[in-house]
C-alpha cells in the first residue's frame, strides 16, 4: 500500500508561471520530508527538503510546504523554466526507522513550455 | 570527486541467465539501497543494507540477491527467478548521521531482458 501518494502524474505549465505539485501521505509516523528531481535515464538529485517541525521551507525558486493535520505537503516553484521539466518525486521517512529508509511517491512529470 | 558509480549503464541478457549490476560509493556512507524503477510506479525498494556484511530485504526482494563484503560496494544480481526484470536500477546511499535523511542517487542501469 503507497503510503506516499502523488495523483497528479503529470503538470505542465508556462515559463513564468507557479508550478505546484502535491503530495499526500498516510504515516502519522512520518517526520521529515524530501523532494527529488529526476530526469529521463539518470538519477534522482535532491532538491529541498522540510522537518514536521516546521510549515515552510524555502531555497530559491523553490518552496515546500507542510500541512500536518492534512497529512500533505507541496512543491511550488516560482518562476518556473523549462530546465526544470522533469519527473518530481516526492519521499517520506519515520521518526525511529531504518537507517535512512525513504518511501517514496509515485513522481510528477513537470512539463515547462515556453 | 565523491559519489556513487553505478556500471554499466545499459544491460542486455537473455532469459534465464543471472547478472550483477555494480554499485560504488566513495562517501563512506553506512547505508547503501537498490531500488527499481518502472514507468508509473516510481521507486521501489529492492534491499538494504545499514553496514558491512548485513542487510535487509526491502519491499520487492523476491528475485534478486545482494551482498555487502565492503562499506564501498553493494552489489545486486538479478536471477532467473525474476519474472519482470526489464527495469531501471538505481543504487543510493546515505551517511544516516543525526538526521540526514537525504539519499545520493547513482546514475542508473538499465537493465533489458530479451
Known sequence: ?114 | DGGITQSPKYLFRKEGQNVTLSCEQNLNHDAMYWYRQDPGQGLRLIYYSQIVNDFQKGDIAEGYSVSREKKESFPLTVTSAQKNPTAFYLCASTSGSGRAYEQFFGPGTRLTVL
Open chain 1, 1 to 114: 500500500d503507497q503510503q506516499v501518494k502523488q495523483n497528479s502524474p503529470s503538470l505542465s505549465v508556462q515559463e513564468g508561471r507557479i508550478s505546484i505539485l502535491n503530495c499526500d501521505y498516510t504515516n502519522s509516523m512520518f517526520d521529515y520530508f524530501l523532494w527529488y528531481k529526476k530526469y529521463p535515464a539518470e538519477g534522482p538529485t535532491f532538491l529541498i527538503s522540510i522537518s514536521s517541525i516546521k510549515d515552510k521551507n524555502e531555497d530559491g525558486r523553490f518552496t515546500v510546504f507542510l500541512n500536518k493535520s492534512a497529512k500533505h505537503l507541496s512543491l511550488h516553484i516560482v518562476p518556473s523554466q523549462p530546465g526544470d521539466s522533469a519527473v518530481y518525486f516526492c519521499a517520506a521517512s519515520a521518526r525511529g526507522s531504518t537507517l535512512g529508509r525513504l518511501y517514496f511517491g509515485r513522481g510528477t512529470q513537470l512539463t515547462v513550455w515556453p
